[in-house]
């Protein structure tokens, strides 16, 4: 049984950073298409960075050139550091996991119903 458990989440500042964890029990990086989502308040739950089993990544535009995703394989921590926060990067943010190759990551890195491995979320609130 795979478990996500996101933390690192906080209140910041405008222009400040912050930098995620998603620990997870298993052996899922080998195989798996890891994810980050985020959920804005009424708003739909959204892609935010993707990490394919060959390092590759993909990120929606908003979010380019100041998040990063990245993984540790021994700790089984999947990272998300975020710089340059601005107000709108407001959400719960939410570590996914999917079998898939590169390929499948490329593809469906932001659509949510395409994950089937969920974490609970840690808030980022920025003002």
């Known amino acids: 049984h795979v478990q996500l458990v996101e933390s690192g989440g906080g209140s910041v500042k405008a222009g400040g950073s912050l930098r995620l964890s998603c620990t997870a029990s298993?052996?899922?990086?080998?195989?798996?298409?890891m994810a980050w989502f985020r959920q804005r308040q009424g708003k739909e739950r959204e892609g935010v960075a993707a990490l394919g089993t060959d390092g590759s990544t993909s990120y929606t535009d908003s979010v380019k050139g100041r998040f990063t995703i990245s993984q540790d394989n021994a700790k089984k921590t999947l990272y998300l550091q975020m710089t340059s926060l601005r107000i709108e990067d407001t959400a719960l943010y939410v570590c996914a996991a999917e079998y898939g190759g590169p390929y499948w990551c490329e593809t469906w890195h932001s659509s949510a119903g395409s994950f089937g491995r969920w974490g609970q979320g840690t808030q980022v609130t920025v003002s």
């Open positions: 298993g052996n899922l990086y080998t195989r798996n298409c």
